[in-house]
């Protein structure tokens, strides 16, 4: 089992700064592809950036590449995402999760989620 809890969630005005931390705890390792999504009020859950983590080869959703960036500490077995820019579309609840299914964009493919983080980005 893996436990996954994200923070760093909150309110920002269009063009801020938010950084998102997950800590992961548990059966742990370098097998598993840590990844983010987000879902919007009557929208389904949807990728936002994935990282290896053995590798750390990162993957993005094209809708944040440039403005998006996922990182991990793996001596704290902790995943970041620093979202720039952000922009009223941005706002949803988003949640971290670990997989070691070769597909990296699919909600399927993770086995482990968090409980969710509130973004929401104002005009």
């Known amino acids: 089992q893996v436990q996954l809890v994200e923070s760093g969630g909150g309110l920002v005005q269009a063009g801020g700064s938010l950084r998102l931390s997950c800590a992961a705890s548990?059966?742990?390792?370098?097998?598993?592809?840590m990844g983010w999504f987000r879902q919007a009020p009557g929208k389904e859950r949807e990728f936002v950036a994935a990282i290896s983590w053995s590798s750390g080869i990162t993957y993005y959703a094209d809708s944040v590449k440039g403005r998006f960036t996922i990182s991990r500490d793996n001596a704290k077995n902790t995943v970041y995402l620093q979202m720039n820019s952000l922009k009223p579309e941005d706002t949803a609840v988003y949640y971290c999760?670990?997989?070691?299914?070769?597909?990296?964009?699919?909600?399927?493919?993770?086995?482990?989620w968090g409980q969710g983080t509130h973004v929401t980005v104002s005009s």
């Open positions: 999760a670990a997989g070691s299914q070769p597909t990296i964009t699919v909600v399927a493919a993770y086995d482990y």
């Open positions: 548990g059966r742990t390792g370098s097998r598993y592809r």
